[in-house]
């Protein structure tokens, strides 16, 4: 079993930044993982918006492209999300994800077997 756990969550103002962070644990869990950041804002499907493979590649959704940063410390079992020039639509529960199964960003993508329970991220105009 793998657990997952974000933080980093919280209420900044439109043009803020924030840093989520997605502690890996449990006896299966590896660097071999595929992990990723998925938000869901109220009334909308779930949208995958960074991801990094097995192989260390990023893959970011348009949505978040320029802004968004993914990244892992594979020492530290932790995935982090930094997040630049957040904008009120970013607004959102969001969620980090693991799979040793390949899944990528995409709606038709097989859904990652790990979920956190989520961290909230509000930004005001």
């Known amino acids: 079993q793998v657990q997952l756990v974000e933080s980093g969550g919280g209420s900044v103002q439109a043009g803020g930044s924030l840093t989520l962070s997605c502690a890996a644990s449990?006896?299966?869990?590896?660097?071999?993982?595929?992990v990723a950041w998925f938000r869901q804002a109220p009334g909308k499907e779930r949208e995958g918006i960074a991801l990094i493979d097995n192989d260390g590649n990023p893959n970011y959704a348009d949505s978040v492209k320029g802004r968004f940063t993914i990244s892992r410390d594979n020492d530290k079992n932790t995935l982090y999300l930094q997040m630049n020039n957040l904008q009120p639509e970013d607004t959102a529960m969001y969620y980090c994800?693991?799979?040793?199964?390949?899944?990528?960003?995409?709606?038709?993508?097989?859904?990652?077997?790990?979920w956190g329970q989520g961290t909230q991220v509000t930004v005001s105009s």
């Open positions: 994800a693991a799979d040793l199964v390949p899944f990528n960003l995409g709606a038709s993508s097989p859904s990652p077997y790990y």
């Open positions: 449990g006896y299966t869990y590896s660097r071999y993982f595929f």
